[in-house]
């Protein structure tokens, strides 16, 4: 494993945590990203702002670290267009059907222990593995 980053992930996911706790307590609402997003186009008197610096920080943040430690932020598609819109569609449907993302049921939804989360998170994480095989040893690879 040539990417193995234990302590860099270790404090990822605190800042996350943390972020998501903070939200929670002082603003009332879930670190979701479809329902932050969904709140910014179909905007309610009072509701916007906050969405808005939230995924402004979402976009700034590796730009902040590029700044602060000076490393590049390193972004590669692997994928063909075709199968990145097709995977979309499919986040968004599986979105769409768990009335949740991977965030707001998998970080929000399982620190709160929420049953309807836990068994969410399971299947999407069944459906990762599983599309990672299919793609990666059954197709021949994800381009």
């Keep these: 494993m040539e990417n193995f980053t234990p302590i860099a992930s270790l404090l990822g996911g605190v800042l996350i945590g943390t972020a998501a706790v903070i939200l929670l307590a002082f603003n009332g609402h879930i670190a979701g990203i479809t329902g932050v997003t969904r709140g910014i186009l179909t905007p309610k008197e009072g509701d916007t702002v906050w969405r808005v610096v939230f995924l402004l920080g979402l976009i700034a943040g590796p730009l902040v670290f590029q700044a602060i430690s000076g490393a590049p932020v390193k972004f590669i598609v692997t994928s063909s267009t075709s199968v990145l819109v097709v995977a979309g569609l499919l986040v968004g449907f599986g979105t769409s059907l768990s009335n949740g993302c991977t965030s707001g049921r998998g970080i929000c939804g399982l620190g709160r222990i929420s049953r309807r989360s836990m068994f969410a998170t399971g299947s999407f994480m069944a459906a990762a593995v599983i599309t990672v ?11």
């Excluded at 095989?133 to 381009?143: E, K, R």
């Design 133 to 143: 095989y299919i793609m990666q040893h059954v197709l021949g690879g994800g381009s």
